[in-house]
T-cell receptor, first 112, second 109 residues
Framework: ETGVTQSPTHLIKTRGQQVTLRCSSQ?????VSWYQQALGQGPQFIFQ???????GRGNFPPRFSGLQFPNYSSELNVNALELDDSALYLC???????????FGPGTRLTVL | GENVEQHPSTLSVQEGDSAVIKCTYS??????FPWYKQELGKRPQLIID?????GEKKDQRIAVTLNKTAKHFSLHITETQPEDSAVYFC????????FGTGTRLQVFP
C-alpha cells in the first residue's frame, strides 16, 4: 500500500450541491495530482498542485477547483454537481520532477 | 494534446500462457510510460514503468517494450496466474499523465 490517504471513502450528493474531497500525500512528496475515473474508464487528469499552486490542468471546467496546503495535503472542490460527476476520484502524490505517482484509495462520489 | 490508445479492451488467457497489451501514443514529447494494475474497487498500482531513453525493461514475469519511432509500447506478462486478473492501464506523460482506456485481463485456471 502507498502512504497516500483520501477521505471520505464514499459520498452521496444531489445535483447542484458542492463537495470537498481530501488527500494526504505520501511522506516527502510535494506534488499532488487529481484524477476522475468514471466506471469502466481510465483515470482522467483534472489538475496538479505543487507549492500550493495549480501546476497543470486537464480538460475540466472551472467548477473543479483545488487547494494544496503547506503540509502538501490537498483538497478537490466541485461546485454545482452534475450527474456526470459521479465517479471515483483519485489523488496521486509524487516528487516534483519525479516520475512515479502513487495513488490513494479514492473517493467514490455518487450524484443523484 | 496527448492521446493514448490501448488494445485489447478484454483479454482472456489460460493460466501459464502469456498476455500482451499494446498502447500507442500521439505526442512524441512523451518521455515516461508507466503501467498500472487496478483490481476491483482498489487503487491503481504501479507495476512497471519505462523511460524514453530505454527500449525494454523486465521485472520477473513482467516486461515492457518501447518503440519511440512507432510511438508504441507494450506490456508482456509471462506464466500468467489467476491473481494477475485485473484491469491494466497504460499511460504516457509529457507535462501530465494520460491514461489508456484499460484492458480487462482474465486468467482462467
Amino acid at each position: 500500500e502507498t502512504g497516500v490517504t483520501q477521505s471520505p471513502t464514499h459520498l452521496i450528493k444531489t445535483r447542484g450541491q458542492q463537495v470537498t474531497l481530501r488527500c494526504s500525500s505520501q511522506s516527502g512528496h510535494n506534488t499532488v495530482s487529481w484524477y476522475q475515473q468514471a466506471l469502466g474508464q481510465g483515470p482522467q487528469f483534472i489538475f496538479q498542485y505543487y507549492r500550493e499552486e495549480e501546476n497543470g490542468r486537464g480538460n475540466f471546467p472551472p467548477r473543479f477547483s483545488g487547494l494544496q496546503f503547506p503540509n502538501y495535503s490537498s483538497e478537490l472542490n466541485v461546485n454545482a454537481l452534475e450527474l456526470d460527476d459521479s465517479a471515483l476520484y483519485l489523488c496521486a502524490s509524487s516528487l516534483q520532477g519525479g516520475d512515479e505517482q502513487f495513488f490513494g484509495p479514492g473517493t467514490r462520489l455518487t450524484v443523484l | 494534446g496527448e492521446n493514448v490508445e490501448q488494445h485489447p479492451s478484454t483479454l482472456s488467457v489460460q493460466e501459464g500462457d502469456s498476455a500482451v497489451i499494446k498502447c500507442t501514443y500521439s505526442d512524441s514529447a512523451s518521455n515516461y510510460f508507466p503501467w498500472y494494475k487496478q483490481e476491483l474497487g482498489k487503487r491503481p498500482q504501479l507495476i512497471i514503468d519505462i523511460r524514453s531513453n530505454v527500449g525494454e525493461k523486465k521485472d520477473q514475469r513482467i516486461a515492457v517494450t518501447l518503440n519511440k519511432t512507432a510511438k508504441h509500447f507494450s506490456l508482456h506478462i509471462t506464466e500468467t496466474q489467476p491473481e494477475d486478473s485485473a484491469v491494466y492501464f497504460c499511460a504516457a506523460r509529457t507535462d501530465k499523465l494520460i491514461f489508456g482506456t484499460g484492458t480487462r485481463l482474465q486468467v482462467f485456471p
